[in-house]
């Protein structure tokens, strides 16, 4: 069974950083794109960022220039670090691999 595994979230001033890990279970880590989403209370699951196998990183508009989405694949493990961030990045963030989600991880973004 594949497994992923956030951890990380919790709550933050404006302005501050978090970093996000997600440990992976399987096989196919190394070789799949790694995705992270957000959901926030009433809206739909949004893609956040997301690292290819070979290391190439695509991110939404709204975060671009203050995340970085990485991967370490000897440890199986996908990262967001997040800085300067907003009270609409207030969300519950989840790491995905193909069809695989994890249970999520919540960051709140208040002062």
């Known amino acids: 069974q594949v497994q992923l595994v956030e ?22 880590f ?3 794109t790694m995705r992270w ?3 926030a209370p ?18 939404a508009d709204s975060v671009k220039g203050r995340f ?3 991967r370490d694949n000897a440890k199986n493990t996908v990262y967001l ?4 961030l907003k009270p609409e990045d ?5 790491c995905n691999q193909l069809l695989h989600w994890g249970q999520g991880t ?6």
């Open 106 to 111: 919540e960051v709140t973004v208040s002062s």
């Open 81 to 84: 670090q997040m800085n300067s």
């Open 42 to 59: 009433g809206k739909e699951r949004e893609l956040v960022a997301a690292i290819s196998s070979d290391g190439r990183t695509n991110y």
């Open 37 to 39: 989403y957000r959901q």
């Open 90 to 94: 207030t969300a519950v963030y989840y």
């Open 68 to 70: 970085t989405i990485s």
């Open 7 to 28: 951890s990380g979230g919790g709550l933050v001033q404006p302005g501050g950083s978090l970093r996000l890990s997600c440990a992976a279970s399987g096989n196919i």
């Open 30 to 32: 190394s070789i799949n």
